[in-house]
Each structure stands twice: as C-alpha cells, then as structure tokens.
C-alpha cells in the first residue's frame, strides 16, 4: 500500500473562472456536462435520473416523501403526473414558491367565471354550483419543477445530438467540440451550454480547515484541492439557497484527513473513517437533503488513493453519492453508471507553465518511455520485462542523470502510463502535456470523463497481460494512424488544462 502523506501544508488556490476557455479539468463544468449526457442513451459516468414514486400524490411533497434515483443510461418510466410537469416545464419556474399553484391556461370559448372551492365548482356570475368533473389545480414542489427543468434539458440534449446543429452560442464562438475525440460532440456542446443556464451547487458550511473546506493545489492531489477551492469560491455556479441546487457537495478532503489523523504505519484507518461518519451524520441531522436522497445528490472528491475506501464508511455514501476519484478503479468499487473519473494532475508549483507542448512527430525518435520507482505489481512486471533492456522502449526506474523528465517526454512517440498501487497515474495528463500518445497499462481503470471523451481515438490502451507484447502492439500501429493520435491528443490537450493562479 502507497505511504500517506505526512508533511503536507495547505496552500490556497485562486482560481479565475474563464469562459473564454471550455476546460474539463474543472470539476464543476464537467460534473453536470456527465449529468446531462447521461440522458441521452449510452453509458454515463453520472447516469442518475430522477425517479419519482408516490412523490407526487403526497400533500407535502417536500416533507413527506422521498426521492429514489435511477442508475440507468435511459429515462426512467414515470407516473402520467410527472410527464404533465415535464410538458408544463415552461409554465413552471425556478422562481416559484414551494407549492405554488400553477393555473392552467383557459382555452378561448371555455366556460368563464368558475372557481373551484373546498371541491365544489362555483360559477361566480349567477352563484350557482356544480359538482367536480375535472381535475382539481395541481400544486407543485420545488422538487417537481427542478424534475420538470431537466426534462426539458435532456430533450434539449438529445435534440441537439439527433439534428446536428453545431452552431455555438458560447461565450468562446470560435470552439464548438467537434471531431472524433468525443463520444458525441453535439450533446456535450449542448450539455454545457445548458449546464450554465441551469446548474447550481450547494456546498455544505458545517466543518472547519485544514481537514473541510481545503486541500493541497501543489502536489500529485492537486486536482483534489483545487477542486475543493473552487467549490468555496463564489461564482456563478455555486447557490447559497439549498433548495435551488441539483447537487450538494460535501466538502472533505481525504488528503487532509490522512495528513491530520493518520498515524503513520499504524494501519488503523478508523479515525478517516469516523470522521466522515460524524461529518454525515451532521449534516443529515441539520438539514434534510440528504436523508431526501439517501444522498444520491450529493458529491465527494477525493484524489488520494484511499478515497474508495474512505467513502465506504457511510454505506450510502459508497452505493448511492457520486464519488468523483481520481482512483477510478473498478476491482475497488468504482461504479461509472454513478461515479466520475478525474484525472490526476501532479502541479509542483501550481502551474503548468513550461509544460505543455513537445517536438513536432518527426522529431520524436524514441518509440515509447517510462521512468518511475517501483510501485504496486503492474510496474514490477512492466521493469521486470523492459528496464533498460531495449532502446526502443526506454523503461527506467531511476532517470538517467543529466537528463530532463519532462524534455524526455517531448521527445517520444508513446508514452507508458501504467497503474502504480492506484489505478490512477498522474503520467497520463504529463503525456498530454507533452503530446505524446498516453499508453494505458490497467485492466481495470476508467480513465478521467470517460463518458464524454472517446479515450481510444487518442490512446493506446494495453492489458497487463500484454506487456511484453508492448513493443509489438506499439510497431503495429502505422505512420497515419499515429498522426492522427498524436493530432488528436493536441485537440484534447485543452480539455486537462488548468486554469488558475496561485497565491
């Protein structure tokens, strides 16, 4: 098992939001991007959709019902009342009041003058009364109109994917996502424009830093803090009214936990564990929202490799809120139909000046490489097979002296990113930084937004019991085709990039 951290200080990110740039390695665009696309039919790595039961033939629907939520890829079935809310989606507003009646419009030629009171219809001209034949007014909860909103979201989505229509009304008119890199380039177009009109988040107040509310920004888990420090930041995302958000955020990191309440080579997690316990069970006490759900709207981040297992302390937690993990490994629970793959950034200085880019294909005259210590049995078997036994494929475990990491990956074909003791491998973003085609060594890792990006258009993705066939594989993909890799890993190059400053 992978050592915890123990030395760590916090630092402090401030981030400046930019829609001038569509970036995915910003947590909060890309969270709801996947809620959206998920709608559309096929695998999602957030594929939730709202299911209502008897929700809506309570008195108080807020109070007295709960939510159930669906991890299919396709709508759910819902009651006749619920299609009724989702065609009224345009006469049911965000500014409405909780149970606020909606009047239906009266047709002309309809009979004028009736009121309906206590179940009995009055017609106001001539006081005479008559007995129900129609439905009464309906009323409807905060719940059904946010139900009601995103129906017409994902028909929005899925109308954008069947037309085609690449017409961008972004902030950014020149990018409209297109090509092969996506898995359907007009939903996630559409899904984010629809994600800024619509989205919103609410992070829980309860708890105090260093272990809430923050998070390392200039280390291999600086996806995790600087995720964390964008969800505290005001913008325009993020709502101070509870009722008004699609999801809530549970503000813990998990490297701070381990920093502050592990003992080193102890073993005993059970401090982690009851920490995120008592944080839940706070919060489940104070406000309603996760009981609602069973905390199926609710989100965590988590970059260190013990997330997983953080996370299953609190049953619902694991089985039902999305985990958003950088170690999205399916043989420890990971579950793309619910959870999302993050990518892992390692930003020693918080920046990543100096290392995007590399050398023109031409000039790349190493087929693949890999340099890095000893780390959980793939990389054993990957240096048991290749450490320094062949010159086109350069396998190291300790660099050469003299030369530059991040020069040598600038200057390959095909960069080696097999799993360490987490699936997740901060590589495969260096890779792209460099544009140098990620190779994949995992049999078991869903790589970071994996339901929006078609990872086998730009990556080459081998099983562990092919790596010494690495070569071979590697030699069999043609001139062309790695030109197209390679073209393709600059387009996604922009979707990994992270914006922001330091202070």
Known sequence: MKPPLNNMKPNYLLWSSSYSVLILAFV????????????????????WSWRFGNVLETEDHASSSSLAFSATATPPRRPPQVLEAAAQAHNITSSSKPNEE???????????????????????????????????????????????????????????????????????????????????????HRSYLEMEKHFKIFVYG????????NGPCKSIYSTEGRSIHEMEMENVYRTRDPDEALV????????????????????????????????????????????????????????????????AYVPNLYHNSIRVLCNANTSEGFNPSKDVSFPEIHLRTGETEGLLGGLSPSQRSILAF??????????????????????????????????????MLKKNRFCLCPSGYEVASPRVVEAIYAECVPVLISDSYVPP???????????????VKDIPNIKRILKGISQSQYLRMQRKVKQVQRHFVVNGLLE
């Open 206 to 213: 309860e708890g105090e830093p260093p272990i809430f509310h």
């Open 248 to 311: 809530y955020f549970l503000p813990f990191s998990v490297v701070m936990l381990v920093q502050y309440l592990y003992v080193a080579d102890s073993h005993d997690t059970e401090p982690i564990g009851r920490a995120v316990i008592d944080y839940v069970n706070v919060i489940s006490d104070k406000h309603p929202f996760w009981n609602r759900s069973l905390g199926a709207d609710h989100f965590m981040i988590s970059c260190h490799h013990w997330g997983p297992s953080t996370s």
């Open 102 to 188: 909606v009047v239906p419009h009266q047709n002309i030629g309809e009979k004028q003058g009736m009121v309906w009171i206590n179940g009995t219809e009055f017609d106001e001209t001539n006081g005479t009364s008559a007995i129900i034949t129609s439905t009464p007014i309906k009323r409807y909860s905060r719940l059904e109109k946010l139900e009601a909103n995103l129906a017409g979201v994902r028909a929005s989505i899925r109308e954008a994917a069947r037309v085609r229509n690449l017409t961008s009304t972004h902030e950014d008119p020149d990018y409209v996502p297109h090509g092969p890199i996506y898995r359907n380039a007009n939903a996630f």
């Open 449 to 463: 937004f994996s339901d929006v990006l078609e990872w086998k258009s730009f990556s080459v993705q081998v099983k």
């Open 28 to 47: 909060v665009p890309f969270f709801v991007i996947s809620v959206l696309v998920s709608s559309l039919g096929f695998t999602s790595l957030l594929s």
């Open 370 to 407: 890999f340099a890095g210590r000893l780390s959980g049995h793939i990389r054993y078997l990957l240096l048991n097979e290749w450490k320094e036994k062949d010159q086109d494929v350069q396998v190291y475990d300790q660099f050469p002296n003299g030369v530059s990491y991040e020069s």
